[in-house]
């Protein structure tokens, strides 16, 4: 069975730091593009990060550049999100996804271009 899950979720206080962690399972993800999602209560499900299956190409949301840091370990088939400067908007679900890519350097930015999904860790940034 193919698996995606997060975990590393938290509250914390508005500043703070936290490492969110996608650990695959039922197949290798070293050749998918790998991204994190967001989701708040009553919101769409927003694009936060990318990363290729080479580890060499990133790409982030506009409210997430210069706090958040996205990479991998395709040896323990496992990405990464680590989150500092945490503010109260940054409070959601968030979701790891991946998709099969032939390019190394690919990334996603939307929802459909995603094929297996994980079930998100709660993150909740008290002010």
């Known amino acids: 069975q193919v698996q995606l899950v997060e975990s590393g979720g938290g509250l914390v206080q508005a500043g703070g730091s936290l490492r969110l962690s996608c650990a695959g399972s039922?197949?290798?993800?070293?050749?998918?593009?790998m991204g994190w999602f967001r989701q708040a209560p009553g919101k769409e499900r927003e694009f936060v990060a990318a990363?290729?299956?080479?580890?060499?190409?990133?790409n982030y949301a506009d409210v997430v550049k210069g706090r958040f840091t996205i990479s991998r370990d395709n040896a323990k088939n496992t990405v990464y999100l680590q989150m500092n400067s945490l503010k109260p908007e940054d409070t959601a679900a968030y979701y790891c996804?991946?998709?099969?890519?032939?390019?190394?350097?690919?990334?996603?930015?939307?929802?459909?271009?995603?094929?297996?999904w994980g079930q998100g860790t709660q993150v909740t940034v008290s002010s």
């Open positions: 996804a991946a998709v099969p890519t032939p390019s190394g350097q690919a990334t996603y930015t939307e929802p459909n271009q995603y094929i297996y």
């Open positions: 039922g197949r290798t993800f070293s050749r998918d593009a």
């Open positions: 990363i290729g299956w080479r580890g060499t190409t990133t």
